[in-house]
T-cell receptor
Framework: EAQVTQNPRYLITVTGKKLTVTCSQN?????MSWYRQDPGLGLRQIYY???????DKGDVPEGYKVSRKEKRNFPLILESPSPNQTSLYFC???????????????FGPGTRLTVL | GENVEQHPSTLSVQEGDSAVIKCTYS??????FPWYKQELGKGPQLIID?????GEKKDQRIAVTLNKTAKHFSLHITETQPEDSAVYFC???????????FGTGTSLTVIP
């Protein structure tokens, strides 16, 4: 089954404790992206990747890091989480990329993060 | 960056009636406009999209219209059903072709 998976689905942590949210897709998609969803603000793009080893900042990248060492994986790293990073996070992928973004985004099920 | 505004934020309709959600955007060079449906506890799912070279697209009970001159696009759902109840998001792909900007969402409730 074609899908985007995220782990963990729920996470409660404390300020300053490094964490990683994993994202994996099995559709051989070039383009991958991370979003955060907050009430009244919709989805905001954090980082995106057009292909392996190609990443770029989205609208709200502060406090986050990403890496794209393999085509299928795109982990989101919070080196020193803070309470304002409490949010619902979504990973997405599409068949676009360096060849041109031309297809629908498939979203993962979401990761609900709480930073105390 | 792109500025996407979505209205209304909440919408209640009787089953069988139509629902319309509108989005405006700021960058006239943007060229791809998808609509997503998000059910409770799930990720957004594409329901319909339109590209800048087309003015209207229809898929059964769902249609999207695009007015490039006025920089707005709308989602139309006809003959609404209770299972249409969800949060709907519009999105815009920037002219660089690699960044998406989303509207703030519309919570649609279809009353049986």
């Amino acid at each position: 089954e074609a899908q985007v998976t995220q782990n963990p689905r729920y996470l409660i942590t404390v300020t300053g404790k490094k964490l990683t949210v994993t994202c994996s897709q099995n559709m051989n998609h070039e383009y991958m992206s991370w979003y955060r969803q907050d009430p009244g603000l919709g989805l905001r793009q954090i980082y995106y990747s057009m292909n392996v080893e190609v990443t770029d900042k989205g609208d709200v990248p502060e406090g986050y890091k990403v890496s794209r060492k393999e085509k299928r994986n795109f982990p989101l790293i919070l080196e020193s989480p803070s309470p304002n990073q409490t949010s619902l996070y979504f990973c997405a992928s599409s068949s676009g990329g360096l060849a041109g973004l031309s297809d629908t985004q498939y979203f993962g099920p979401g990761t609900r993060l709480t930073v105390l | 960056g792109e500025n996407v505004e979505q209205h209304p934020s909440t919408l209640s309709v009787q089953e069988g009636d139509s629902a319309v959600i509108k989005c405006t955007y700021s960058d006239s060079a943007s060229n791809y406009f998808p609509w997503y449906k998000q059910e409770l506890g799930k990720g957004p799912q594409l329901i319909i999209d339109i590209r800048s070279n087309v003015g209207e697209k229809k898929d059964q009970r769902i249609a999207v219209t695009l007015n490039k001159t006025a920089k707005h696009f709308s989602l139309h759902i006809t003959e609404t059903q209770p299972e249409d109840s969800a949060v709907y998001f519009c999105a815009v792909l920037t002219n660089t072709g690699n960044q998406f900007y989303f509207g703030t969402g519309t919570s649609l409730t279809v009353i049986p």
